[in-house]
Antibody, heavy 121, light 107 residues
Framework: EVQLVESGGGLVQPGRSLRLSCAAS????????MHWVRQAPGKGLEWVSS????????VYADSVTGRFTISRDNARNSLYLQMNSLRPEDLALYYC??????????????WGQGTLVTVSS | DIQMTQSPSSLSASVGDRVTISCRAS??????LNWYQQKPGKAPKLLIY???SWQSGIPSRFSGSGSGTDFTLTISSLQPEDFATYYC?????????FGQGTKLEIK
């Protein structure tokens, strides 16, 4: 069974940084592209970033480009999101999601339960 | 960016009803369209990918159709567990955009 467990969320002041982690199990992690998707409270889903199976093919939403960095450690079966210069509008539940394909198709077939990031002074 | 527009935004229906949710893309996305279901406090779940392919374990009462710019999710006979919010998403090009969601409520 695929399991994705996010961690690292919390309350942070505007302008500060936070690093999210996602621990994956139940599948061959380095066979699949991975994504981060966020959901502001009471709002819809927003795709944030994706990374290919080997760490290439990295893409970001315009709203986070230059501030967020996605990475992965295949030896540790882990996905990361380094978030710098956080803004109040980054407040959201951040989901880690597995792509259905190796290179990254954009179809997200498994999701974690999310980790909440709150940006407030 | 490709804009995805769902209609309706909310819908009231009864158990056993046939329900249709529409999704329109701002430009052609061929068949690169996915449908997700999200229940309160839970993560989204993939129902349909590539416009009409069932994800493993999804009941056959869910079906998807369409291509180009217009797509439809149909639930043939609503069950109590189907009351949730549904999102379409295009996987044609980055950024992978979602529709605003359709909240399906019990009448």
């Amino acid at each position: 069974e695929v399991q994705l467990v996010e961690s690292g969320g919390g309350l942070v002041q505007p302008g500060r940084s936070l690093r999210l982690s996602c621990a994956a199990s139940g599948f061959t992690f380095d066979d699949y592209a991975m994504h981060w998707v966020r959901q502001a409270p009471g709002k819809g889903l927003e795709w944030v970033s994706s990374i290919g199976w080997n760490g290439d093919n990295i893409v970001y939403a315009d709203s986070v480009t230059g501030r967020f960095t996605i990475s992965r450690d295949n030896a540790r079966n882990s996905l990361y999101l380094q978030m710098n210069s956080l803004r109040p509008e980054d407040l959201a539940l951040y989901y880690c999601a597995k792509d259905i394909a190796t290179s990254g198709s954009g179809t997200l077939d498994s999701w974690g339960q999310g980790t909440l990031v709150t940006v407030s002074s | 960016d490709i804009q995805m527009t769902q209609s309706p935004s909310s819908l009231s229906a009864s158990v056993g009803d046939r329900v249709t949710i529409s999704c329109r893309a701002s430009q052609s996305i061929s068949g690169y369209l996915n449908w997700y279901q999200q229940k309160p406090g839970k993560a989204p779940k993939l129902l349909i990918y590539a416009a009409s392919s069932w994800q493993s374990g999804i009941p056959s009462r869910f079906s998807g159709s369409g291509s180009g710019t217009d797509f439809t999710l149909t639930i043939s006979s609503l069950q109590p567990e189907d009351f949730a919010t549904y999102y379409c998403q295009q996987s044609y090009s980055h950024p992978y955009t979602f529709g605003q969601g359709t909240k399906l409520e019990i009448k």
